[in-house]
């Protein structure tokens, strides 16, 4: 296997405790070799993901609404006209999800 040449060097500086927590976690013998290996094989997860401005604004608008219905939902005075409007509103949540989990990707 060919000898691969390393010619950038990074310096951290870390407190004793630092050190010996990366000492006591390191696998193999030689901490360098670890760390390089740890870091670069850990896939950086993105904090998170670009939405569609247009998206947003849509499921804010819904979500104002879907808010005046329940709570106009719950001044209803028969329970059967409630459970008609909670009804609904599951549908709609379940669109919804079925939409966001679209744009999920």
């Known amino acids: 296997m060919p000898q691969i040449k390393r010619t950038k060097e990074i310096k951290i500086?870390?407190?004793e405790e630092e050190h010996q927590a990366l000492l006591e976690r390191m696998e193999?013998?030689?901490l360098?070799?670890?760390i390089r290996k740890t870091a670069l094989s850990q896939k950086i997860?993105?904090?998170y993901k670009n939405a569609d401005p247009k998206l947003l604004g849509s499921l804010g608008r819904i979500g104002g609404n879907l808010n005046q219905l329940a709570k106009q939902a719950n001044i209803l005075d028969k329970?059967?006209?409630k459970l008609r409007?909670?009804?609904q509103l599951a549908v709609i949540r379940e669109q919804l999800n079925e939409v966001l989990s679209?744009?999920?990707s």
């Open 85 to 87: 409007v909670f009804a």
């Open 79 to 81: 329970d059967t006209d």
């Open 102 to 104: 679209r744009h999920d």
């Open 45 to 47: 997860a993105k904090p």
């Open 32 to 34: 360098a070799t670890w």
């Open 28 to 30: 193999g013998n030689q």
């Open 13 to 15: 500086r870390l407190t």
